[in-house]
């Protein structure tokens, strides 16, 4: 069983940056597949990008290649998501996902599905 929890959020004008932090309950963060998804107020939630258990793998949503970068410390059993350059439609709520990986230390998940545990989510607004 993971828990996570996300920090970091909040109001950011156009071209800010904020790291937002999803911390990791249990022994084995090291072998969890970590993924940061978003939710828009009507649309669906999408995957902004993920990361391998070891770290050495990362996958990124077209919209945020070049602002956003996923990385984790798994000493501190924590995932970060650093967003710059933000705009206004990345507005969302952001959500940490997590699964045990099945694959070798390069594997990573891109559907929602395909995550066993979720953070309650952190608010991101970005104003014009």
């Known amino acids: 069983q993971v828990q996570l929890v996300e920090s970091g959020g909040g109001l950011v004008q156009a071209g800010g940056s904020l790291r937002l932090s999803c911390a990791a309950s249990?022994?084995?963060?090291?072998?969890?597949?970590m993924g940061w998804f978003r939710q828009a107020p009507g649309k669906e939630r999408e995957l902004v990008a993920a990361i391998s258990w070891g770290g050495g793998s990362t996958y990124y949503a077209d919209s945020v290649k070049g602002r956003f970068t996923i990385s984790r410390d798994n000493a501190k059993n924590t995932v970060y998501l650093q967003m710059n350059s933000l705009k206004p439609e990345d507005t969302a709520v952001y959500y940490c996902a997590a699964r045990g990986a099945v694959g070798g230390s390069y594997s990573y998940y891109t559907q929602s599905y395909e995550y066993h545990y979720w953070g309650q989510g952190t608010q991101v607004t970005v104003s014009s």
């Open positions: 249990g022994r084995s963060f090291s072998t969890y597949a």
